[in-house]
């Protein structure tokens, strides 16, 4: 073999090293990519079927009539909780992202629902539950490897902790001795589920939330309270447009026609998650935290509306300055604190902690509605987000702003004792 012969084929060899490398490199980045393209392709498909039954129980609790918020927050949580234990037991199967995953997961809200609507006076709720549990198998290529009976059994298990009577040692006591003026105590005798305090909570300790007696700090009670009334009415006679939207958007308490004010916490957290992309896990786990949270806030604040007591801004007004005057919503138990607050600070804040710091949300959650202001809106953040909410009690007439401001103090207190807490 002669020199030259030699020198070019160690050219050729010293090129082909290289294009090799190269190319091994390109094989494995391909690999990788298409690893990562697969497991977020799982994420996706779970994430999907996930959205698409939230939005069927936001469907079916739209025509539910006994969804009051403490039920509502019943059937949420029971559904939330009862999916994250069934996918808790089989979690290698989400971390591996083994597709039988996807019809355990479409299995486990279709159980988990059917506990719940299949028992209420909902005609279409069966039909429903059907419809999408079956199409959604028919796009799933994989074969069921789960016992029907096993998961049945998980779910029982969650439904029967919230159909227990017994009393929780830590309902009652740990609020101080309250004995209100009796001018000035809600008098409908047949308020809305007086006893719903007295449920066990699943996570927060009552006695951990601390709200003392409505202006507790004033120097007068009985002016504080003229005062707070007396805003309430003046509002009410100089409303923008811009208030009356408000107003509208977040009143979620027609019931037949909204959702309840817990369901439109999920229509936010479902709009939220169409456009933000989170792992099919922490999802579960968020709307577990949402429910759990939404859960114990209806607990607590019922505990202490009806230890309080306190008059609606509706009776207070007609009694002692306007007797013609009403509000825009007559809600059927007391008025300290507000529910709607409640549950947007201890919704709002478990959505902050999950998508960090999220800026510009707008919520649709009233579209193609023509029977009130159901205009979408936008906000910088959820905090700005579940202040407009709480605030728009006030412009409705429903509440004083002490009401208001009470309300989202305890509604993040249970959200923060919940993610502080949780497993």
């Known amino acids: 073999m002669t020199e030259g012969v030699k020198h070019v084929r160690s050219i050729i060899q010293c090129s082909i090293i290289p294009v090799l490398v190269i190319l091994m490199s390109l094989f494995l980045t391909t690999c990788i990519s298409d690893n990562k393209k697969q497991e977020q392709g799982f994420d996706d498909i779970a994430n999907k079927i996930i959205l698409d039954w939230y939005n069927l129980y936001l469907q079916t609790e739209r025509v539910d009539k006994n969804a ?116 000035f105590i809600y008098s409908n005798h047949i308020g809305m589920l007086p006893d719903w305090g007295n449920n066990k909570t699943i996570l927060v300790r009552k006695s951990d939330i601390h709200l003392d007696s409505p202006y507790k700090r004033s120097l007068d009670f009985e002016k504080a309270l003229y005062d707070d009334a007396l805003s309430v009415y003046m509002q009410s006679k100089q409303l923008t447009y811009e208030d009356k939207w408000i107003g509208d958007f977040w009143s979620d308490e027609i019931r037949g026609l909204t959702f309840s004010p817990i369901g439109r916490w999920v229509s936010i957290t479902n709009q939220t998650l169409a456009v933000e992309f989170l792992p099919a896990l922490t999802v579960i786990r968020m709307y577990r935290d949402l429910g759990i949270a939404l859960y114990d806030a209806s607990v607590i604040s019922w505990n202490i509306k009806y230890h309080y007591n306190l008059i609606r801004p509706e009776q207070y007004i007609r009694t002692f300055i306007d007797s013609t005057w009403h509000a825009k919503h007559h809600p059927d138990y007391p008025s300290y604190p507000s529910a709607h607050s409640v549950f947007s600070g201890a919704s709002g804040t478990i959505l902050e902690h999950y998508f960090k710091n999220k800026n510009r949300l707008t919520d649709d959650s009233h579209k193609q509605r023509i029977e009130f202001y159901s205009e979408k809106r936008t906000y910088k953040n959820f905090r700005s987000m579940y202040k407009e909410c709480a605030y728009s009690r006030f412009l409705v007439g429903v509440h004083y702003l002490s009401d208001c401001e009470a309300g989202l103090n305890v509604g993040i207190s249970v959200a923060k004792n919940v993610l502080q807490n949780v497993e």
């Open 68 to 183: 009051v918020p403490p039920f509502a927050a019943r059937n949420l949580v029971q559904i939330s909780l009862g999916v994250y234990t069934v996918v808790e037991e089989h979690k290698h199967l989400f971390e591996t992202k083994d597709p039988q995953a996807l019809r355990l997961l479409n299995h486990a809200f279709y159980l988990s629902m059917s506990a719940i609507y299949d028992k209420k006076t909902i005609g279409s709720a069966a039909s429903w539950l059907n419809a999408l549990y079956q199409s959604t198998n028919r796009n799933l290529h994989t074969k069921a490897f789960y016992s029907d009976l096993y998961i049945r059994h998980i779910l029982e298990e969650n439904e029967r902790r919230f159909r227990e009577d017994t009393l929780d040692t830590d309902s009652i006591s740990y609020l101080p001795a309250y004995t209100p003026d009796p001018r």
